[in-house]
């Protein structure tokens, strides 16, 4: 009888799996077919949230498809609609941005532009008008506000956080040593507040950024810059305040707004999930010569790509190489475009990816290789854009940052308060050189000072060969600091302004391909298929993480960004490791 019973319930068992597996096939079918989109469409294009450059790489984000949107799968649809002539019209709906930064939705703001030269209209709605979903709207045709949303249009805050007190409390000690004098990752924990060279560089950048937002809404809304900096000084905006200031079009509920777009069945509507499955080349796109595309997303470390459950995405030294390998190994590729969006990390993983892709420029004179950075690339990621013969930003990425830091963070007063005690043996000169015990000795110090030295050296002589001058004017545009790319082409950092379009139609002429040729873009990391996801999965080896959806799901970005904070970036590296990385920015 039990036997039986133990026949029934794995035969039933057995059942539900086939079933499961014949389930997620059928998904899969259904993400993968090219979806039908109706004659004089409307395309409703959300943005927001935390863009990413990349998709996830695991079974929910495949399934979910152009669900989990990208700043790539975002611009495309604009350019695929531009040309698409079934698609007569756009609704932008800009929702809550999570990211802190700004070359993202400058990114998109530029793909709006050029999606206006269609001359298809274009209308944005804002059922919650915070400062960067405006400002993306400000490149729309018309701007409609729900009628219970204020313009939140109120200027540009930046805050750091510094933890040397909490650290005193608890009797750790963060014995950090840095080269720059704007080199100021560390001062979140050597400092009680701001250092002089630490306020003007925040008070740099913040005011560049500030200024950016003032030409942006002026431009967009055909006013003034000092009557854009009046109304900001007076935001909160009221919405019939809002309208009355000529910085809104419409205070409607969007039913209303369709209906001025002539949306008079659902049917005519396509939203932009569905429509990112469009394919380019069904339209004409994403045809020709080929041209590689390789994404180093995340903070830059030794090993292969990943993901920390509370830093983020990982960009690994040897996945970026292995890329970076086939395609010198792949003789159709015309040309390279490095896309980065990193706050740096690692200096000698920097480094790797630096050497690597420099063999690829030097091997082939007919193979440009062109940089383009999004939100950050700074430090490190501003090391690995130096082989690109030229390097594209947006006016708001945070680059520079050419500056190295390096040291431990001491924890033996913690357990000495907790009646702990840490006792060694060790046997060499420098073998407790990285102790957590105790803090570095003079000596010690001298070695420590030495290889970051020799390190920011190496940096400031790469990068005054990258840039054509000498390392004494790099030396003095250096020290750690931070810029904008706005600044950053000002003192000749970078080349040119502009996102990943412009990086490759750079890449274009510099690889004699005519302008009006269209390119196929050979994406790396490539898209993984259902199989390699699911393999990947059961064995316990992907990319998604059970802790990082897990804070996702139950945790806010604050909080999140918090836990960083306090967990710290340095347990991200070996011990003792110099690091290539910006300051960390707390919220903005």
């Not at 009888?1 to 068992?13: K, Q, S």
């Not at 006016?395 to 390096?406: C, E, H, R």
Request: charged share 25%; no cysteine.
């Amino acid at each position: 009888m039990a036997t039986r019973g133990f026949r029934t319930f794995f035969t039933v068992l057995g059942v539900m799996f086939f079933l499961g597996i014949g389930g997620l096939v059928v998904l899969v079918i259904l993400v993968g077919r090219a979806p039908a989109v109706p004659e004089d469409a409307v395309l409703v294009l959300r943005v927001g949230g935390d863009l990413s450059e990349v998709a996830p790489a695991d079974i929910v984000g495949y399934l979910r498809g152009a669900r989990t949107p990208t700043v790539r799968t975002v611009v495309d649809s604009l350019r695929k609609a531009k040309v698409d002539t079934r698609i007569r019209a756009v609704l932008l709906k800009p929702t809550g941005f999570q990211s802190p930064f700004w070359g993202k939705v400058q990114e998109i703001r530029d793909a709006v532009l050029d999606f206006k030269k269609s001359g298809k209209p274009i209308h944005a709605y804002l059922e919650y008008g915070g400062e960067r979903e405006y400002y993306l709207a400000t490149a729309a045709d018309r701007i409609t506000l729900m009628p219970s949303s204020s313009l939140d249009l109120t200027g540009v805050a930046t805050y750091e956080l510094f933890l040397r007190g909490t650290l005193d409390r608890i009797g750790a000690v963060a014995d950090l040593h840095h080269v720059g004098a704007y080199k100021t990752a560390p001062n979140m924990f050597t400092e009680k507040g701001y250092t002089a060279t630490h306020k003007e560089m925040d008070e740099s950048l913040t005011r560049d950024l500030y200024e950016q937002i003032v030409v942006g809404v002026a431009g967009g809304r055909r006013k003034t810059e000092a009557d854009v900096r009046a109304h900001i000084d007076q935001g909160p905006l009221l919405p019939e305040a809002a309208l009355r200031a000529g910085l809104v079009d419409d205070v409607q509920y969007e039913d209303q707004a369709n209906a001025r777009l002539s949306v008079s069945d659902e049917r005519q509507r396509i939203d932009g999930d569905v429509y990112a499955r469009v394919t380019a080349a069904s339209l004409g796109l994403n045809r020709g010569p080929r041209i590689a595309l390789i994404y180093a997303v995340g903070t830059i470390n030794s090993g292969r790509n990943g993901y920390d459950p509370v830093n983020g995405t990982i960009a690994g030294a040897d996945t970026l190489v292995s890329y970076i390998r086939q395609v010198r190994r792949d003789p159709s590729v015309r040309a390279i475009v490095l896309r980065i969006d990193s706050p740096g990390g690692s200096a000698t993983a920097s480094d790797a990816v630096w050497r690597e892709l420099m063999i690829a420029r030097n091997e082939r004179a007919d193979r440009p290789m062109v940089a383009s950075m999004s939100d950050l690339a700074a430090s490190g990621g501003y090391y690995i854009a130096l082989p690109a013969q030229t390097i594209v930003a947006q006016p708001s990425t945070l680059t520079g940052s050419i500056g190295v830091f390096g040291g431990k963070i001491v924890t033996g007063g913690v357990y000495e308060k907790l009646g702990a005690r840490i006792e060694s043996t060790s046997i060499g000169k420098q073998a407790e050189l990285d102790s957590p015990a105790r803090p570095f000795t003079p000596a010690e110090v001298k070695k420590l000072d030495e290889q970051l030295q020799a390190f920011y050296d190496q940096f400031v002589k790469k990068v005054a060969d990258s840039r054509h001058t000498t390392p004494a004017r790099i030396d003095a545009l250096a020290q750690g600091r931070v810029w904008t790319g706005r600044q950053a082409k000002d003192n000749g950092l970078i080349d040119a302004l502009g996102g990943l379009d412009q990086a490759i139609a750079l890449a274009k002429e510099r690889a004699k391909i005519p302008a009006e040729s269209d390119v196929e873009v050979v994406v790396y990391p490539p898209r993984k298929n259902f199989y390699e996801l699911l393999t990947e999965e059961l064995s316990g080896s992907g990319e998604s993480a059970a802790v990082g959806a897990w804070l996702s799901a139950n945790l806010s970005k604050e909080e999140i960004e918090v836990l960083r904070v306090v967990r710290g970036p340095l347990t991200m590296f070996r011990r003792g490791e110099l690091l290539a990385l910006m300051p960390f920015t707390f919220l903005r």
